[in-house]
């Protein structure tokens, strides 16, 4: 078993029992090939409850500062998730996650770049349409719907490949397609609060 699996089983062991994660629409996460996963941001334990909720190995883009953290820099690394600079242009970070998804690998991202103090979902940054654009990734939007509170469900919806092949034939912009993501982010939470 690889340390992701057993660290899936573990968190899962500890977290699901406490928030009740509710998994909908996993059949619309490619069962293979490259993956952007593209959620909303609204808790710390966000990136767990994508990762428990799913079957397949996600690589996270994480913030630089987590690296930074004695013990969970090292868990976070042997996750294979990777640090990204925010607020700036981070060109190893794209370079990262265009490596893994040339090698269909699933990256997840929370566009927003930080976590919404409001719940609503905020303006996505162009690194998601940047990777939409520049790779063949199937581009999934997944909600997150909280309240993180002990013993009260957390839903995490995952939504339909958006096709992205009319957006890369007229070059559309990075942050259009975010723009896009988003959208379909915000509807599903709509959908699903």
């Known amino acids: ?29 490619p069962k293979d ?19 428990v909720t799913t079957k397949r190995h996600i690589v996270f883009m994480a913030k630089e500062e987590l690296f930074k953290v004695p013990i969970l820099g090292n868990v976070v690394k042997h996750l294979q998730a990777f640090p990204v600079k925010r607020g700036k242009g981070d060109r190893e970070a794209l370079r990262m996650g265009l ?3 040339r090698e269909g690998k ?3 991202l929370f566009p927003e770049g ?12 162009a690194g998601a349409g940047f990777f939409a654009l520049k790779t063949d990734a199937h581009v999934v939007p997944c909600a997150i719907v909280g309240p993180y509170k002990p013993f009260k469900r957390v839903k995490v919806v995952y ?4 096709d992205m092949q009319p957006l890369r034939e007229r070059k559309a912009s990075a942050e259009e397609v975010t ?11 709509i959908q699903y609060k």
């Open 33 to 51: 090939g490259a993956v952007l996963l593209c959620a909303n941001h609204i808790h710390n334990l966000d990136p767990i409850a994508v990762g």
């Open 159 to 162: 939504g339909k490949p958006i």
């Open 1 to 29: 078993m690889s340390f992701y699996g057993f660290a899936r089983g573990v968190v899962d062991v500890i977290f699901t029992p406490i928030y009740r994660f509710k998994a909908i629409g996993t059949e619309n996460v």
């Open 114 to 125: 930080t976590r919404s103090k409001t719940g609503e979902v905020g303006k996505g940054m």
């Open 99 to 101: 490596a893994a998804l």
């Open 179 to 189: 723009e896009l993501i988003m959208t379909h982010i915000k509807e599903i939470l």
């Open 106 to 108: 699933v990256l997840g």
